[in-house]
């Protein structure tokens, strides 16, 4: 319930810029403390500005067009994952990040603790939003058209951009995990994508929600083995995290 409210709130948000408390009160059905509660941990999160009386909707530095429902699904869990992942981060490690929307978590977590200096590489054109002003990242935006949910660039350009590149590490996320044939995709630009930063890192870490798990697939973008590590959340179901023992896969559950 509660994950769902604040989901709703960043909803509000991105519709209209600012919320009122009384407005959520009412369309939550829930209390004005409550709502409070709520505003305040989305704003620890980084994910919005506390007012008197509400909220506002981060701006960002450059205007980006982007699926809200996408970036905003289950943001608590995606936060708890971004941040596990950047414990793997070591200073002055060059990193590449997707374009998927737990790269924005991550590029947050990035921003937010400039003790690590880092060379980032991403098609991510809202990971770049965020981080186009950090002082402790030199950031390299790949180039190519822009197309997909969370606004990124892909493409022959991307991939060529990429084959030029060496990265420490490289964090993904993916439509699925099956177990039989390892990380899938939805579509071919997407996969050709991951398959060349894939090829340009040295470690690769997989940042799933425990949804992803399970399920059919369309296209296969690598098997799990050439997977450094899966960092996902606690509502993995357990015959999941059997399988992945049963196959020798490192998994972090947040």
Known sequence: MAQKRSEIILQELEEKGSVRVADLSKLLNCSEVTVRSYIQKLEEQGLLFRTHGGATKIGAQVSIVYSAESLYKNAEKKMR?????????????????????????LAKCIKENPSKSLVIITNSLVAAGVLSDTKHVNLFLLGGQVGGKMAGTM??????????????KAFISAHG???????????SPQ??????????????????????????????????????RIITDDEIDKAHVERAKRDYVSLDIV
Do not use: R, W
């Open 177 to 187: 995990i099956n177990f039989d044939v390892g990380v899938t995709s939805i579509g």
């Open 81 to 105: 994952i971004a941040e596990k992942a950047y414990e793997y981060i070591e200073d002055n490690d060059t990193i590449i990040l997707d374009d998927a929307s737990i790269s924005y978590y």
């Open 155 to 168: 493409g022959d350009m991307t991939i060529k951009n990429l084959e030029e590149c060496h990265a420490d």
């Open 191 to 228: 996969m050709q994508v991951k398959k060349a930063i894939i090829k340009a890192a040295g470690k690769v870490f997989l940042l799933v929600d425990s949804s992803k798990f399970g399920g059919g697939y369309v296209l296969a973008v690598c098997p799990l083995s050439m997977i450094t």
